[in-house]
């Protein structure tokens, strides 16, 4: 008994159980919602998120043995609304940047479908942010965090992120490159300052959400989008057709963004190894 304990016990083995049950409930979810118009594919979503979450739940609380203090009620609304607003600064300041070196040109679609695209737009960017973060930033991320420590946390999820964004249309190593440090590193940096699932998931949503509504490729996904784009210039500075993320300019931005955010969270730990309690075998 204690040999099969252990085995589930290790990292690897959660995370895999883990990632494949809810990558079984998105699949299943996904082929759902493509059948389905209107508010009903977002309510689907939302469910799918909270099954998703409940798994997570499950898999670090019976096979991980531990809490999961990262996706506690506590905080959740104030760190969520933090993550939309980093993500939609982000977002802005890097499509203003482009639009300033000429590169992006924006027109109001004028579509009468305002309330479609937006439903659409929320329910695709809500599903994304929630199960690629409890992926990533939850289970694997903490897998490699307590396997060889949080360096090595940060460089095999942003690789990993990168990676899984190359089968997309108009992905170039390029762009698996510039996923891999502007979303990996980003999305790792602020998982390591605010220890909290619902901070990146936010950050990811908004990140997602805005690009959509500018009506700019999400990682190569065409977006019907509140406005079209006129593209100009080199891929390097527009992205190209994979969209926004095969820019120089978030890449850049993401990391002036990710440096705070290391060093917070390197004051954090130091302020929390601090507050340790002293041993009383230490104390005089």
Do not use: C
């Amino acid at each position: 008994m204690k040999n099969k304990v252990s085995f589930w016990r290790f990292p690897i083995v959660w995370m895999i159980v883990g990632t494949i049950g809810m990558s079984l409930i998105d699949t299943l979810f996904r082929q759902l919602t493509e059948r389905l118009e209107g508010i009903v594919p977002l309510i689907f979503t939302l469910v799918m998120g909270f099954l998703a979450m409940l798994v997570y739940k499950l898999t670090l609380t019976y096979l991980a043995r531990r809490s999961t203090p990262e996706i506690s009620r506590r905080h959740a609304g104030i760190e969520t609304v933090l993550g939309v607003l980093t993500g939609a600064i982000f977002i802005a300041a890097s499509a203003i940047i482009i639009i300033a070196l000429g590169g992006y040109s924006f027109q109001w679609a004028g579509s009468g479908n305002t309330g479609f695209v937006l439903i659409t737009t929320i329910q695709t960017a809500l599903g994304a942010a929630i199960v690629e973060e409890l992926i990533f930033r939850g289970l694997l991320f903490q897998a490699m965090e307590q396997w060889g420590g949080k360096a090595l946390a940060l460089a095999v999820t942003s690789l990993f992120f990168g990676a899984a964004h190359l089968g997309n249309a108009g992905a170039t190593l390029w762009s698996a490159f510039a996923i891999a440090l502007e979303a990996g590193v980003l999305l790792g940096a602020a998982f390591l300052w605010r220890r909290n699932l619902w901070f990146t998931m936010g950050l990811h949503f908004a990140w997602n959400a805005m690009e959509g509504l500018l009506g700019i490729p999400v990682s190569g996904h065409a977006a019907a989008g509140l406005f079209t784009v006129k593209v100009n210039g080199a891929a390097l500075l527009t992205g190209g057709d994979f969209g926004l993320e095969g820019s120089i300019v978030p890449v850049v931005v993401s990391l002036l963004l990710s440096i705070p955010m290391l060093i917070g969270a390197a004051r954090n730990q130091r302020s929390n190894v601090g507050n340790l309690p002293v041993p009383k075998s230490q104390q005089t």
